[in-house]
């Protein structure tokens, strides 16, 4: 039997529609600057969802832009993924939320956490089920809420974070000459590191959704010093180098960790989608809405080799490889 390959047949992107400037959060009574968060984060501004714009909300309106670029209608669809870290409930899954908004009534929906990490962890484990067989056609989806986790008080946090949605709809084909799909993927986690990065609550421990704590410095430290290793790991499998990307589209958490990881790892400044500026870090949803931006301004196109890159909570970290 041929090679199943995970194509790329169409992506898409939601962001509500309230834009939150770095200057507005000063004028709220945040004790920051536009200066102060520029220079630390290079993030100019946010979307902040409306109550009515829950998470299930946003990944529907990604799913269906992404279904629209690849012409296709809910029912071709057998496998919902959403990475997500703010679901609408504790249970059911938020991808049983957007299947059903969608009228998808086949296949199977369910939800991945892996925090920042989580839309390539979702792709990852999307491949494995539609290299393998085991699904058609996958809409995977990084959608997230993640200004309901944050502590307004503390300005070391709030000032980070931004709410969005995208999404990629992955076909499972024969392999031929284009070489089209996911081509390898490496994840890695390690739980010892926790307290850097967590939210301090839950259904099991407090019953509370909790607030999102942070220790800034270390999880700087960690994702410039030590996540380029499943990058490396990916070149390795696929017999690429840095010279070979078309572009490099890392989550998007702080401008100065992606410039320095592109550096570490001898990858062009100009292959490096960034849109933190715009949308600040929007945790699983920040990879799909930078690849959507950069489908749609014309950067990505079919043939183009893709790295997308991240580093969540846990930690946790992975790469993907993907001929668009
Ligand atoms: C959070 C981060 C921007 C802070 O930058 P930093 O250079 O490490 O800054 P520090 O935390 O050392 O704080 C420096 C000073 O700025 C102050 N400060 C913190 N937040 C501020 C804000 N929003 N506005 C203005 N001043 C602020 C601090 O209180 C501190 O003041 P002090 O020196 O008087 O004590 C940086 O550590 C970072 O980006 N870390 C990675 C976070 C991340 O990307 N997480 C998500 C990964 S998925």
New binding site residues.
């Given amino acids: 039997m041929a090679l199943l390959r995970s194509v790329v047949v169409g992506c898409g992107a939601y962001l509500p529609g309230n834009v939150v400037t770095n200057a507005a959060l000063a004028e709220r009574g945040?004790?920051?600057?536009d200066e102060?968060?520029v220079q630390?984060?290079g993030i100019r501004q946010r979307h902040i969802a409306g109550p009515d714009e829950t998470t299930s909300v946003l990944g529907t309106r990604a799913a269906q832009a992404a279904l629209d670029e690849a012409g296709l209608s809910p029912a071709d669809i057998d496998l919902v993924l959403c990475a997500t870290s703010t679901p609408d409930y504790t249970f059911p899954s938020t991808a049983t939320q957007i299947q059903a908004a969608l009228g998808i009534e086949g296949g199977f929906a369910f939800d991945l956490q892996a925090?920042?990490a989580g839309f390539v962890y979702a792709v990852a484990t999307a491949d494995r089920f539609l290299s393998t067989g085991g699904a058609k056609r996958a809409l995977v989806i990084g959608a997230e809420t993640f200004s309901r986790l944050l502590d307004w008080e503390d300005?070391?946090t709030c000032?980070?974070f931004g709410d969005g949605a995208g999404a990629i709809v992955l076909e499972a084909r024969e392999n031929d000459a284009s070489n089209r799909g996911v081509l390898t993927s490496c994840l890695r986690s390690d739980g010892r590191h926790r307290a850097k990065?967590y939210v301090d609550g839950g259904p099991g421990s407090t019953g509370t959704t909790g607030k999102l704590r942070?220790e800034?410095?270390e999880?700087?430290r960690f994702?410039v010093g030590s996540v380029t290793d499943v990058i490396e790991e990916v070149f390795r499998a696929s017999g690429t180098t840095a010279d070979d990307l078309t572009w490099f589209v890392p989550?998007q958490?702080?401008r100065?960790?992606i410039e320095a990881s592109a550096d570490k790892l001898g990858i062009a400044r100009e292959k490096v989608v960034l849109t933190v500026d715009q949308h600040g870090?929007t945790?699983a949803a920040s990879i799909p809405l930078a690849l959507a931006a950069a489908r749609r301004d014309g950067r990505i196109k079919p043939g183009d080799l893709v790295m997308i890159e991240a580093?969540?909570?846990g930690f946790t970290w992975g790469a993907a490889l993907i001929r668009w």
């Fill in positions: 945040i004790e920051t600057s102060w968060i630390r984060t925090v920042c300005r070391t000032v980070l990065l942070m800034g410095r999880v700087f994702a989550h958490a702080n100065r960790i870090n945790s580093i969540g909570g």
